[in-house]
């Protein structure tokens, strides 16, 4: 197992899913985003980091039937799994760095959010868009949310680079369209305020 996957075991085994400072009862942005992208039931879909984020249980509600988390860390994907129940069947759950996966057939949609920025070496940006570019088909969606330019220094303890949409559009590169970006503000379980950059690109 390596460091990072140490990291996020801990912090996922440390405390319960809603004190987690990037926790949301409902993922509303993210769904609204899919929703204006025209990313419809019968997509293909990865969450890429998901964690033990609730998109996957708004979208299996909304009748999704090919979905996919991906995330470093098997504990958090545990949760999500102990809380689904049974519905966890439907899903397919793969433990791997994204900086690394080799993903399997293309998918419509690629959504991430809060992973992105804790990519702070350049090599593993350009291994991160290496993968999404193979995992996405031309003309799939890639939706990305990173703190914003007026966001937290540092997450988990980690540090983050944080990004404004032209930012995040530059560094996703040429082989990527902007669509539609903007700002969110996220509370936390503690009743802090984050800036989030949300954007939603089509792969060329
Ligand atoms: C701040 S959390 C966000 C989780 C989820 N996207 C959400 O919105 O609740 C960041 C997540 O990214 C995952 N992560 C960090 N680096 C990763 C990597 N290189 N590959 C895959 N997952 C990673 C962590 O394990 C963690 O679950």
Known sequence: MT????????VYGARTESALTWFEE?????????????????ARVLDAGGGASRLVDTLLDDGFTDLTVLDLSAEALKVSQDRLGARAKAVQWIAADITDWQPEGPYDLWHDRAVFHFLTEAADRAAYIRTLTQALRPGGVAIIGTFALDGPEKCSNLPVIRY?????????????????????THQTPMQRTQSFTFCTFRRR
């Open 26 to 42: 409902s993922p509303a942005v993210s769904r609204e985003m899919m929703v204006q992208a025209g990313i419809t039931p019968g």
């Open 164 to 184: 404004c949409a032209d930012g995040l559009a530059q560094e996703l590169g040429a082989g990527f369209a902007r669509i539609t970006c903007r700002a969110h």
């Open 3 to 10: 460091d990072k996957q140490d990291h996020w075991n801990a």
